[in-house]
């Protein structure tokens, strides 16, 4: 693999602290919480990937059928020398954009993702397949590393696909799209799906689906917890809740405890009381429209020069 290199700004001791301090802090708040970049270990992101098999959750193929029909419009208007993909795990949709065809020029592939194991196996599958192709892996949290991501080599196009960036509440979504602008370079563009604001009816059972595969997902992120910190979470004592929230604009996803109980986390010296009357809240989605994208992309000075929609899902373009 001469042609993939990686740089590593995660170890396993800081990936460990991070989930120390996070779940420290989220279940002595009020509310409860746990955050969702959590839920992705090998369980998690294989109930995901059924998820987005699920008749309910529209998201996944939605998105991919707006990158199939326009990739070839992006790849044509932008001509990136390189392209950054924030959160690739498994770098499957960029091949939609790599398909469109050889550039006249080789090119720069970046993954960021907190998982050296994932990069390094999607590296090996798309060198295979592009010969065009460098890969420069980045194992680092989006969050906190995008600094850490090299320099524009030429003109890059980042991507933030999934619609994760609505996972965010308002300022660290704004944090997120200053260090996003920061890193575009010159003549750098940022294409990133958003689900938009729907029947509320749509959005509740695309996250309360009939066979219970989002209600295990939810639950697992205790498991995460209980194997990093030494904590007796018993899962199966939870019940699964999502719902929109319209005035917020979002799907809040919560655990709900079916009794009272107490949860020890030996690792932290941590005991939590917990009760009906209060759920450990583990997800937001935000849902968008094209007003509220274009004004929280003009709040850190970009503007949406580009949007891709099929009514219910979108793809925007930023520069």
Aim: hydrophobic share 45%; aromatic share 8%; proline share 6%.
């Amino acid at each position: 693999m001469s042609r993939y290199q990686a740089e590593v700004h995660l170890d396993p001791d800081d990936l460990k602290q991070s989930l120390a301090d996070d779940v420290r802090r989220g279940l002595t708040a009020r509310p409860k919480s746990l955050p969702p970049k959590y839920f992705y270990d090998s369980t998690g992101s294989a109930l995901f990937e059924r998820i987005t098999r699920l008749p309910e959750y529209y998201l996944t193929r939605a998105e991919e059928q707006l990158l199939k029909s326009h990739a070839s419009e992006v790849m044509d208007r932008l001509r990136p020398k390189e392209i950054v993909e924030l959160g690739s795990g498994a770098s499957l949709k960029i091949r939609w954009l790599l398909e469109v065809g050889p550039p006249p020029d080789a090119l720069r592939y970046i993954p960021v993702d907190v998982d050296e194991t994932a990069v390094a196996h999607a590296a090996r599958r798309l060198l295979g397949r592009y010969p065009f192709l460098a890969v420069h892996g980045v194992i680092a949290d989006v969050e906190r590393h995008l600094e850490r991501v090299p320099p524009a080599a030429g003109r890059r196009l980042v991507l933030f696909l999934g619609s994760t960036i609505g996972n965010f509440d308002a300022e660290p979504r704004r944090r997120l799209l200053s260090a996003v602008r920061g890193m575009l370079g010159p003549g750098g563009h940022f294409l990133f799906g958003v689900d938009l604001v729907k029947d509320p009816t749509v959005l509740e059972r695309a996250y309360n689906d009939a066979a219970g595969v989002t209600a295990a997902f939810n639950r697992n992120i205790l498991r995460v917890v209980n194997r990093g910190l030494a904590g007796d979470f018993q899962p199966d004592r939870f019940g699964h809740r999502a719902c929109y929230n319209a005035p917020a604009g979002r799907i809040e996803m919560h655990l709900v405890p079916v009794a009272r109980q107490r949860v020890v986390l030996s690792a932290l010296g941590l005991a939590v009381e917990l009760s009906p009357a209060e759920t450990i809240w583990t997800e937001s989605s935000y849902k968008f429209t094209r007003g509220s994208v274009a004004a929280m992309l003009a709040d850190v000075g970009l503007g949406l020069d580009a949007w891709w929609t099929d009514g219910q899902v979108a793809l925007a373009g930023a520069a």
